[in-house]
């Protein structure tokens, strides 16, 4: 018996997190940096791999010269979701466990990593807000869609 409530409960796990996986679905397509710094341009492009994984892609640019380029990814894996930034610098990819997701967001946590330590998305209109923060600090990046 108990092993057959355990079984039900992770098949309802399963099924919630690719519930809330297909709530990403706002997310895909490219979008422009409006508040990067003077001189400088930014984008963000959101393309679905597959029914478990989104790919991202983010760069900035002052004139040609990349400034940063970050391969993002939103997985599920063990029946969670979770947002991979791998920027240029680390050592490796820093993984955030999703912690909250609407129709319209999602927030991303990892309390261990330096910073940031939360990654959060919200779409306005056709505008997104992403932000990170971490022990105090905060900074904002304002994207519209681009297509």
């Known amino acids: 018996m108990f092993t057959f409530l355990v079984l039900v409960v992770s098949t309802v796990s399963a099924q919630e997190v690719a519930g809330n996986f297909k709530k990403l679905a706002w997310i895909a397509g490219s979008w422009k ?3 990067a710094d003077k001189g400088e341009t930014g984008r963000e492009q959101w393309t679905q791999f597959s029914d478990t994984a989104w790919q991202g892609l983010g760069v900035t640019l002052n004139g040609r010269d990349t400034v940063s380029r970050e391969k993002l990814n939103l997985i599920i894996k063990n029946e969670r979701v979770y947002y991979i930034a791998d920027v240029r610098g680390n050592p490796e990819p820093v ?3 999703l912690t909250e997701i609407s129709d319209n967001g999602f927030v991303c946590e990892n309390l261990e990593y330096d910073f940031p330590k939360r990654i959060e998305y919200r779409k306005q209109g056709n505008k997104i807000k992403a932000t990170i923060s ?11 869609r681009d297509r």
């Open 33 to 35: 940096l409006t508040n």
């Open 95 to 97: 993984w955030y466990r």
């Open 134 to 144: 971490g022990d105090g600090k905060f900074i904002d990046y304002v994207f519209k």
